[in-house]
């Protein structure tokens, strides 16, 4: 029976992943700001503990706590919407605290023990807005890109330890917190001259017919860490597979 540690499962994707691992027999350690076991299914294969990513005390009593495990899910993040002229350097500074250095920060944490066993899973989840940019996400756009930038750089560093590192990328997930969240954070103050663009994005954000669901996401993480012959870059809803093929047909 092998064991994953889920960043991020307080809600959206990592919850979806950690049920979708645990209806699958796996070990799952779900961790979170604020452990919350009831929004889980009861489970012996379940352990919730308390993660800070951007706390490097919180980062090593989770994994000690942890122990050994197969396979890490970086999904924890922050979802952000704004014009740059608008987003204070305090607010870039969190995102890329959580969304790129949170990432490097638990996958140094687990390192050590993948590479002793030389074997793991390092499954890091980004965007598709790192393949086609978006008007307003450009700060949360680069903290992504840095993700995958890290990742497949480190697979060739880590590929002679038998370890293999993945990434997920969603499409728009109307289902998720993302929107609240990155909305809250714009509604701080976006800058007046942009108004008419933000009102055209949502706008146009509405008439999408083809989104991503948690479960498209798990599914994919699903694959990467049972599948070895897996791409590097999963995927992950029916936007998102669209995407990469309209993307691989201009680059082919």
Not at 42 to 70: F, K
Request: hydrophobic fraction near 45%.
């Amino acid at each position: 029976m092998k064991t994953i540690l889920i960043t991020g499962c307080s809600s959206g994707f990592g919850l979806e992943i950690a049920r979708y691992f645990l209806d699958r027999g796996w070990n799952v350690i779900a961790t979170m700001r604020s452990p919350r076991e009831d929004i889980l299914p009861p489970s012996q294969n379940l352990r919730v503990i308390a993660l800070d990513v951007t706390n490097a005390e919180s980062i090593r009593r989770a994994v000690e706590a942890a122990g050994p495990i197969d396979v890490l899910v970086n999904n924890a993040g922050i979802g952000f919407l704004n014009a740059v002229e608008g987003t204070p350097m305090e607010t870039v500074r969190e995102i890329f605290e959580t969304n790129t250095l949170g990432t490097i920060a638990m996958t140094q944490a687990v390192l050590p023990q993948f590479r002793q066993r030389k074997a793991g899973v390092i499954v890091n989840v980004t965007s598709t807005v790192t393949m086609r940019p978006l008007h307003l996400l450009s700060v949360y756009t680069a903290s992504k890109a840095a993700v995958n930038a890290f990742g497949e750089s480190m697979a060739l560093e880590l590929a002679p330890f038998n370890i293999r590192v993945n990434i997920v990328l969603p499409g728009r997930a109307p289902e998720t917190r993302f929107g609240d969240n990155a909305r809250s954070r714009m509604l701080a103050g976006f800058p007046e001259p942009y108004a008419e663009l933000v009102q055209n994005v949502f706008a146009a954000w509405g008439q999408s017919t083809e989104v991503t669901h948690a479960q498209d996401v798990a599914e994919a993480v699903w694959r990467a860490a049972n599948d070895p012959s897996s791409p590097m870059r999963i995927p992950a809803g029916a936007d998102a597979v669209a995407l990469a093929a309209e993307v691989d047909a201009l680059t082919a």
